[in-house]
């Protein structure tokens, strides 16, 4: 955008509290002794939301050097149908995904869009390797939107289970490549792919949750609700597979209290797996902040039961410093969990209330909302943020052709560093 300024801003160690310079790409920092998220600290402390379209009219509060094309946004609504039906008086839903009628239109359909607009918009111009990201489906179909729309080389890898979530209303640019980790795999095998695709000069890492930009794009959804609600809500519902954007909501929430203008309280964060893929789950509720053990076979079995595969992160930033395990602990949060039939029903009773389909991910957040308020323990007008972290496709594929981002290479889940390597170069040579 002509005259866009970069983002003003230091970086802050959680670990040791020791403010820093970004060097252009910070995921943490060099001389902390032990596992810290770091976070981006604005020189803004009062947000303006700006007339912009898309996401970036939350500027102030991402770590930008460039402004990219980006029409795409979340909404905020109070709910009408839902809240009636669970008797709920200030239920507010944040819409991530294609929901036209309310002003939501990410064509991915998830609010993974936020990640993928922030992020790319945080890289250098002028930087001529590879960025990579490993994803179990939704991410990467953002990232490669993203990445296609605006001439970024890109590097995906998806478990081949997943491939099915890397479809797209238009062909993508050539700058676009995926790999897959073979049939059986999952998010974790993903990013041991991805990592190994690493020890190529060629690229570098996106970051996942240790980049600033990713967490702070999720935020927006809370500045979303926040700006709409005119303060900041009592509960943080949202379905959870690394915990990221619960991470980014509590880290968002505490900006908007130094901001002074919308209250002071801290959300509760209600984050919730889909059973019986539940390792966070079963770490909280023994009150851990280390994961407990997972057997890999016994963890990817897990991963091929739930309907939610975007929630099956065997390897989530819960432990450090700064992570979810903190959230919680600061925000007097919880961990829930539903099954794949609670969340159906629940996903059914948003499209007769709300008029649009959800993911499997939110209905399962919603399930755990409905559970909640049946057993009394939400106070029926507490205001409620309901994260819904993707819907609309249905809607949105309707009139659509479809197109499928096929893997350049397969790779088994004990593949040879040196292939992966080798392989990988050549798609960008």
């Known amino acids: 955008m002509k005259g866009f300024n970069p983002t003003e801003y230091n970086l802050l160690c959680v670990a040791t509290g020791e403010e820093f310079e970004d060097n252009g790409w910070s995921l943490d920092y060099p001389t902390c002794e032990k596992p810290s998220l770091i976070r981006a ?14 996401l970036y009219k939350y500027r102030d509060w991402l770590p930008m050097k460039r402004m990219l094309h980006c029409k795409a946004t979340h909404t905020t609504y109070k709910s009408e149908g839902l809240a009636k039906a669970l008797g709920l008086e200030n239920l507010y839903i944040t819409f991530n995904g294609y929901f036209p009628e309310k002003g939501a239109t990410m064509t991915t359909c998830s609010f993974k869009e936020t990640e993928a607009y922030s992020v790319c918009a945080r890289t250098d111009a002028n930087n001529e390797k590879v960025l990579v990201v490993a994803s179990a489906g939704n991410t990467a179909r953002a990232f490669a939107k993203v990445c296609s729309e605006n001439n970024i080389k890109l590097l995906l890898a998806v478990p081949e289970d997943n491939l099915d979530a890397l479809w797209f209303d238009a062909p993508l640019n050539d700058c676009v490549k995926l790999i897959a980790c073979t049939k059986g795999g999952d998010y974790f095998d993903a990013i041991h792919l991805s990592n190994l695709a690493l020890k190529s000069p060629m690229f570098y890492a996106e970051g996942g949750a240790k980049n600033i930009a990713r967490r702070d794009g999720m935020g927006t959804t809370v500045l979303s609700a926040v700006t709409t609600i005119g303060r900041i809500p009592d509960y943080y519902f949202q379905a959870v597979g690394s915990g990221t954007g619960a991470i980014a909501a509590w880290e968002a929430n505490m900006r908007l209290i130094e901001d002074g203008r919308y209250g002071t309280n801290l959300m509760r964060l209600m984050v919730s797996q889909n059973a019986p893929f539940v390792p966070m789950y079963d770490a909280w509720r023994a009150d851990s902040r280390a994961m407990l053990p997972y057997d890999d076979n016994n963890a990817r079995r897990d991963a091929a039961i739930i309907d939610a595969k975007v929630l099956s ?48 991910a939110p209905a399962v957040a919603l399930a755990t909302l409905i559970k909640e308020v049946q057993a009394g323990n939400i106070d029926r ?49």
Do not use: W
């Open 381 to 429: 007008k507490a205001t409620i943020m309901l994260n819904i972290t993707g819907g609309g496709e249905a809607r949105y594929k309707a009139d659509k052709e479809i197109y499928y981002l096929k893997p350049s290479h397969i790779f088994s889940l004990t593949p040879d560093a040196g292939d992966v390597v080798a392989k990988c170069e050549e798609l960008f040579k």
């Open 313 to 360: 992160n065997r390897k989530p930033p819960y432990s450090i410093v700064g992570g979810l395990y903190d959230a919680l602990k600061a925000t007097n949060g919880d961990i829930l969990q539903a099954t794949n039939l609670q969340a159906q029903k629940a996903a059914r009773l948003f499209l007769e209330t709300e008029g649009i389909d959800i993911h499997p």
């Open 41 to 54: 600290q604005y020189a803004k402390k009062q947000l303006t939301v700006y007339d912009d379209k898309g």
